[in-house]
């Protein structure tokens, strides 16, 4: 019987992690897609085209996805994705940022305001929390493109603001507007990055406790969970101490 259980509990996992794979391709066929449709459907001649592509590869996603999500922004009629940005605050005060991509706006607020409300959280408008964020691009590079000094020296060669390296890769920042520019000059001195993305940044942080740290966790589950939400930016930081109990339980 425990060898049975066991056999049970590692397919339930091994389900649970094709659907989250799922789900990830799902939405960054949609990326690609809105972005072939915005620009052309050649990568050379669209940058976010390029960039959605790089972070697509950076996933394990198959060419074959990734070649079907292009033809699908040339198709007749279909889904017509709009970027949306949804700003609120979740437990503790923690400030969020949503990005979307959807078809329908009313049921992606409804969605996202009903995660936030369930979790301590309340959608705030416009602007409400972007101010305590940084936009800035973040180009990540595998361990395998050199050493730190090498890769710090290609950062500040190509423009770059900020360079961290560490055991698990390298993570160099720049502004969001030569974020393009800054990828292209260190492809040429590093290669391909493993992903190119404009991300929000917290200037501060919020330290949560436990009790807050486990409805922060549900509440970016849910908003990961759903196929309409793309990136989740959150200014939470949870303690090691905290982080270590969260693991035992």
Avoid: C
Avoid at 1 to 28: C, E, T, Y
Avoid at 51 to 75: Q, Y
Wanted: glycine share 8%; charged share 30%.
């Amino acid at each position: 019987m425990a060898g049975h259980s066991q056999f049970k509990n590692i397919m339930h996992r091994k389900g649970a992690a094709d659907v989250r794979r799922s789900k990830l391709f799902s939405k960054l066929a949609r990326e690609i897609t809105v972005a072939a449709k915005l620009g052309t459907p050649d990568p050379d001649m669209n940058a976010r085209l390029r960039l959605a592509i790089i972070n697509a590869r950076a996933e394990n996603m198959p060419k074959d996805n990734i070649e079907r999500a292009i033809k699908k922004a040339a198709g007749a009629g279909g889904e017509n994705y709009e970027a949306v940005r949804y700003e609120g605050y979740g437990p503790g005060g923690v400030a969020m940022i949503v990005e979307a991509l959807t078809d329908n706006r009313n049921r992606t607020a409804g969605a996202v305001r009903s995660y936030l409300t369930k979790n301590g959280g309340a959608l705030g408008e416009s602007g409400s929390v972007a101010f305590m964020f940084d936009r800035v691009g973040q180009i990540h590079y595998k361990p395998e493109a050199g050493s730190a000094d090498k890769v710090l020296e290609a950062a500040i060669d190509a423009g770059a603001d900020d360079v961290a390296s560490d055991e698990s890769g390298h993570v160099i920042t720049t502004t969001f507007e030569s974020m393009g520019e800054v990828a292209k000059r260190l492809e040429a001195a590093l290669g391909e990055a493993e992903t190119v993305k404009a991300v929000w940044r917290p200037q501060t942080t919020t330290s949560l406790d436990e009790d807050k740290a486990v409805t922060m966790l549900k509440l970016v589950s849910a908003l990961e969970d759903d196929d309409d939400v793309q990136e989740i930016y959150a200014n939470y930081e949870i303690p090691d101490a905290v982080m270590a109990k969260l693991a035992s339980a």
